[in-house]
C-alpha cells in the first residue's frame, strides 16, 4: 500500500507500508523514499520488532566493481563512480558478496555481479531504522541509521 505521495516542485516523495510482507519478523516495516531535483534519491527503511530481535539486512546488487573505502564502498563502472558511505551510530555488518558464479545447476553465470549487503540487528521491541542517499552523477550515497 502507497502511504503518501506528494508533489514537490522537480521533486517527490513516496512512501510504502511493507509490513504485511514481513508479518512473521515484525511489527511493521516502512520504505519511504524521496527524490530531488538534484537527482539525489533517498530511501529510508524504518521497522518495529515485536517480542524476538531480528536482523535487517539492505542489498545492492551491481556489475560495478566494488571496492571498500573509508566509512563505506565505492561502486566504478564505464567511468563513473557512486560511493555508499555508511554511517552508523548501530554497529553493522557489511560485506561484499561475489555473485558470479552459479549457486545451484539450474542457475545461470552473471559474470561480474556483486552484492553489497548491509546489515543491521535490532534488539525486541524496539525501532530500526536505515536510510541510503544516493546521487546519480559521480556522486556520493550516504547510508545512516
Request: hydrophobic letters at 40%; aromatic letters at 4%; charged letters at 25%.
Amino acid at each position: 500500500m502507497i502511504l503518501a505521495s506528494i508533489p514537490v516542485p522537480g521533486a517527490g516523495l513516496a512512501g510504502v507500508e511493507l509490513s504485511a510482507l514481513y508479518k512473521n519478523q515484525v511489527e511493521s516495516a516502512q520504505r519511504t523514499v524521496k527524490l530531488f531535483p538534484d537527482r539525489t534519491v533517498s530511501i529510508e527503511d524504518e521497522w518495529k520488532t515485536a517480542a524476538r530481535p531480528v536482523e535487517y539486512a539492505f542489498q545492492w546488487l551491481t556489475k560495478a566493481n566494488v571496492s571498500r573505502i573509508a566509512g563505506g564502498v565505492r561502486l566504478d563502472q564505464s567511468g563513473e563512480s557512486l560511493e555508499l558511505r555508511i554511517d552508523s551510530t548501530v554497529e553493522g555488518q557489511n560485506e561484499i558478496e561475489d555473485q558470479s558464479q552459479a549457486k545451484a545447476p539450474q542457475d545461470s553465470l552473471n559474470a561480474n555481479l556483486s552484492r553489497i549487503v548491509i546489515r543491521q540487528k535490532t534488539d525486541a521491541e524496539k525501532v530500526g531504522r536505515k536510510r541510503v542517499t544516493t546521487a546519480y552523477r559521480n556522486a556520493l550515497a550516504t547510508i545512516k541509521t
